[in-house]
């Protein structure tokens, strides 16, 4: 990820700290320091108090990452940002019981940290009289050893309940899923897990506003569009996944030819509904001109240019038996609005966002028409 620095490698996964990290710090110490009115030893609290967290969301996060590694699920790498971690997971296989584990993994860790501080407190004395876990959530920590041992079993405590609530992004909505999974088809499954996610956005949103609680309003807000979020992709990867590129593409597309210029780029742009040109050399794919590239050209080069001065020459084709999804999922992940089609090594046609949209649409509700318009 961009604006990270490596702090440290552990089995194989690099663990970055955002540039944005040194925020919290200051926010920590502004928060335990001056808000509490315990001045520059509250603040040293914060800072301190801050890294513990931060090294204890590392552990969480090496909770789900060791699990997946232990289903060959490669890890490339945990991230720190200001609002948590994140273990950028390869994939999320779709067997319920390795969703599960991976998912539980986490929080697991930290009630496993939780119960082990409690029994060294409870039967060594460490730590002194555990004190009510929400006065140290919003920072009042002495600059002991105590408080610290407090923050450190409340955040563990924290981290384990506030990542098992039942909802997407949270881990508790994956382990509700694959418990859904484990008794109904897996699309079926994340649909209910979606609801029910949304549902308690709901409430703890109704919850928030009722009490005055802006933070509880904005963690249900977060947590409505992840449940959604998580919902659609699961469902483009369910009805594009058994579609090929075959089904969606135009064949009407326009191409231009290497020599031909930037004006008539502009020209074939105007009167017809594409914006991205792949270029041939008659039957042979050369380049493909987007539409962006087009408009920058316009800014350095006359009209006259030819398009071959300006295209894209790498293109990576699409042919029409690939994958609808893996051609899509490409698509976003290089922010490309078209590929050209190629068979045989003959051009043959161009797949747009726009035209996987429209398949996505109609197969989602009709897939029979949809499979006789294939055959044609
Ligand atoms: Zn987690």
């Not at 925020?23 to 914060?46: E, H, N, V």
């Not at 930037?262 to 914006?275: F, H, P």
């Not at 962006?292 to 350095?300: C, G, I, P, W, Y």
């Not at 590929?339 to 045989?344: A, L, S, Y």
Request: charged fraction near 15%.
């Amino acid at each position: 990820m961009g604006g990270s620095i490596q702090l440290l490698t552990v089995r194989g996964i690099s663990i970055r700290m955002h540039l944005t990290f040194p925020l919290i710090l200051i926010w920590a110490m502004l928060q335990f320091g001056a808000f509490s009115g315990l001045g520059w030893s509250g603040a040293l609290f914060g800072a301190l108090a801050t890294l513990l967290l931060f090294a204890i969301v590392v552990l969480h996060e090496l909770g789900h990452s060791v699990a997946a590694q232990h289903y060959g699920v490669p890890v490339n790498e945990i991230v720190l940002l200001p609002i948590g971690g994140v273990a950028q997971l390869k994939y999320i296989p779709e067997k319920p019981i390795q969703e599960f584990v991976i998912a539980i993994a986490g929080p697991a860790v930290n009630i496993v940290l939780a119960v082990i501080l409690y029994v060294l407190n409870r039967v060594f004395g460490v730590g002194g009289t555990l004190q009510d876990p929400t006065t140290m959530i919003f920072g009042f920590g002495q600059l002991n050893v105590d408080s610290m041992f407090n923050y450190i079993f409340t955040v563990n405590l924290f981290l384990a309940g506030f990542n098992l609530i039942p909802a997407f992004p949270m881990d508790g909505g994956r382990v509700l899923r694959a418990l859904l999974a484990s008794r109904m088809e897996y699309g079926r499954a994340t649909a209910v897990a979606v609801s029910i996610g949304q549902s308690l956005a709901w409430l703890i949103g109704l919850w928030g506003f009722l009490n005055g609680g802006f933070f509880l309003i904005l963690i249900a807000i977060f947590i409505y569009m992840g449940a959604g979020y998580e919902g659609q992709s699961v469902e483009l990867r369910r009805v594009l996944g058994k579609l090929t590129v075959r089904q969606a593409y135009s064949r009407q597309a326009q191409t231009l030819a290497p020599n031909a210029s930037l004006r008539d780029a502009i020209d074939r742009t105007l009167q017809s509904l594409q914006a991205d040109f792949p270029i041939c050399d008659g039957e042979r794919l050369v380049g493909l001109l987007t539409n962006k590239q087009l408009v920058q050209a316009l800014d350095r080069h006359p009209p006259e240019t030819p398009v071959s001065a300006i295209m894209t020459r790498d293109v990576q084709p699409a042919t029409p038996g690939d994958s609808l999804f893996d051609v899509q999922q490409r698509m976003t992940e290089q922010q490309l609005d078209a590929v050209p089609v190629v068979e045989g090594g003959r051009f043959v046609g161009l797949l747009t966002l726009r035209d996987v949209g429209e398949v996505f649409r109609i197969a989602s509700t009709r897939p029979d028409l949809l499979t006789e318009t294939a055959r044609t």
